[in-house]
């Protein structure tokens, strides 16, 4: 069964250094998803993308984040500058469409994030 | 407030037992409304998904939705002990498929 593939499996780095957490969708799906959950809490809607460019975001992702699709398997999400607040799981997901909420969205096993 | 409320847990049943999950939303403008497992080091996986009200029913699973009280219910018949998982409910609150999530509820089904 085809999946979504995310990279690393768990990231430690220094508050201030940058990060890249890397995700290959899969391959026939047109839209990509970051989410994210903190630890206990919700998972929450980051991003959503589109035909190379965002077609929605929260308010989460503010300018210290952009996501790349950097050639036509992955999709990426930087973090410039990460802070102890970014500690959480960040989620990869795609769907073959978009649209009004019914679709299925197949979300990867996930990147744990640690910023010490 | 766009929110989705769940049911505080943890919960545990004895396997056969019959199981009932369940939410609260808010935001009455979108009526797509999910439910996905997550185990232990994975992903949120699709259970089921159901449109506006009623149910919808896949083997020992039924997803009910309830406009007018906005609740959102998962029941398991027969439970088995790989049912143990955390089950999170969602809506679909966005043009692109965006969704909110429920906190989750970890499910413990004792053999």
């Known amino acids: 069964e085809p999946e979504v593939t995310q990279t690393p499996s768990h990231q430690v780095t220094q508050m201030g250094q940058e990060v890249i957490l890397r995700c290959v969708p899969i391959?026939?799906?047109?839209?990509f998803y970051w989410y994210r959950q903190i630890l206990g809490q919700k998972v929450e809607f980051l991003v959503s993308?589109?035909?190379?460019?965002?077609?929605?975001k929260s308010e989460i992702f503010d300018d210290q984040f952009s996501v790349e699709r950097p050639d036509g398997s992955n999709f990426t999400l930087k973090i410039r500058s990460t802070k102890l607040e970014d500690s959480a799981m960040y989620f990869c997901?795609?769907?073959?469409?978009?649209?009004?909420?019914?679709?299925?969205?197949?979300f990867g096993a996930g990147s744990r994030l640690t910023v010490l | 407030q766009k929110e989705v409320e769940q049911d505080p847990g943890p919960l545990s049943v004895p396997e056969g037992a019959i199981v009932s999950l369940n939410c609260t939303y808010s935001?009455?403008?979108?009526?797509?409304f999910m439910w996905y497992r997550q185990y232990s080091r994975k992903g949120p996986e699709l259970l089921m998904y159901?449109?506006?009200?009623g149910n919808k029913e896949d083997g020992r699973f039924t997803a009910q939705v309830d406009k007018s009280s906005k609740y959102i219910s998962l029941f398991i018949r027969d439970s088995q002990p790989s049912d143990s998982a955390t089950y999170l409910c969602?809506?679909?609150?966005?043009?692109?498929?965006?969704?909110?999530f429920g906190k989750g509820i970890t499910l413990s089904v004792r053999p």
């Open positions: 993308f589109y035909n190379n460019e965002i077609s929605e």
């Open positions: 159901t449109y506006s009200s």
């Open positions: 935001n009455s403008a979108f009526q797509y």
């Open positions: 997901a795609s769907s073959l469409y978009g649209g009004s909420g019914a679709n299925v969205l197949t």
């Open positions: 391959s026939n799906h047109l839209y």
């Open positions: 969602a809506q679909g609150t966005g043009a692109n498929s965006k969704l909110t």
